[in-house]
């Protein structure tokens, strides 16, 4: 199959799922609410969508950012999501091609995809995302031709337990809820899918983020100390960054852990 056919399929795809997983971010707070039922519609004037209202980046162009029935202005967030995916949906296949691997760490990619939006918008990381997640990172790692089941199973364990630890920690030193239950099962399920070698590099990389975007969002909150940013963000994309480079990383983490002080 020509190269080309294969990258427009991909693109497609990805846009998709995107539309897809734009439904599952509108819905999913939403107390009872269903990701498949109703059909697509507006968000304001819950007017069911047609088709050729529902293509993904391209309708939002033809209808020029407008919902065709209310008027009312479409939120970027739809193809900001739908072009993300499918950028990510051809990364993942130059980065796996044709492997085990791609099936599995794209479910991986739009889980973390759809974390980000709502950790953000809401500061929740919902459980039917994070929990259902460690069950298939861990169920997959036995035909995962990237990490064993021993590696996935220690990294959940680990992800799990090093992030309680760190919560428990900043609560006994400031009395303070420092990061929620979410996160401590978003880094489980990471290592389930990424082992346990992902962790440092998740930890410190998302730490680093946070701190920068934290330090940001103080100064224009004056808020201080009591500022408030959520982490699933900062994780998910660290465990991204760590997926697409994760030979670089290990090596150069590797290289600093092993060479010897230079005096």
């Known amino acids: 199959m020509p190269l080309t056919i294969i990258i427009v399929f991909s693109l497609i795809l990805g846009a998709s799922v995107g539309s897809f997983l734009n439904v599952v971010i509108l819905r999913l707070p939403e107390e009872d609410a269903s990701i498949v039922f109703p059909a697509s519609r507006c968000p304001q004037c819950l007017h069911p969508l047609k088709w050729y209202d529902n293509i993904p980046v391209i309708s939002f162009l033809l209808l020029k950012k407008q919902c ?3 008027g009312e202005p479409i939120s970027w967030q739809y193809p900001l999501v739908e072009l993300t995916m499918a950028l990510l949906s051809l990364a993942l296949l130059f980065k796996f091609g044709f492997t085990l691997a791609l099936p ?4 991986f990619t739009a889980a973390l995809l759809v974390v980000i939006v709502i950790d953000f918008y809401h500061k929740i990381i919902p459980d039917v995302i994070s ?3 460690i069950i298939i990172g861990f169920a997959c790692s036995f035909f995962n031709p990237v990490i064993s089941w021993q590696q996935a199973g220690i990294g959940l364990l680990i992800g799990g337990g090093a992030l309680y630890a760190v919560a428990a920690g900043y609560y006994l030193f400031t009395k303070r ?11 489980a399920m990471i290592g389930a899918f990424l082992g346990w070698q992902s962790l440092p590099f998740v930890v410190f990389g998302s730490s680093i983020l946070g701190a920068v975007v934290g330090i940001g969002a103080m100064v224009k909150q004056k808020k201080g100390g009591k500022t408030m940013i959520p982490y699933g963000p900062f994780l998910s994309i660290a465990a991204l960054l ?5 030979e670089l990383i290990d ?3 590797v290289l600093y852990f092993l060479t010897p002080p230079q005096y």
Do not use: A, N
Not at 177 to 187: A, N
Not at 242 to 246: D, E, N, P, S
């Open 104 to 107: 599995i760490y794209f479910i």
């Open 131 to 133: 929990l259902p997640g």
């Open 251 to 253: 090596y150069y983490l």
């Open 242 to 246: 760590y997926m697409f480079y994760r």
């Open 68 to 70: 065709r029935y209310c």
């Open 177 to 187: 809820e420092g990061m929620g239950g979410g996160d401590i099962k978003l880094l």
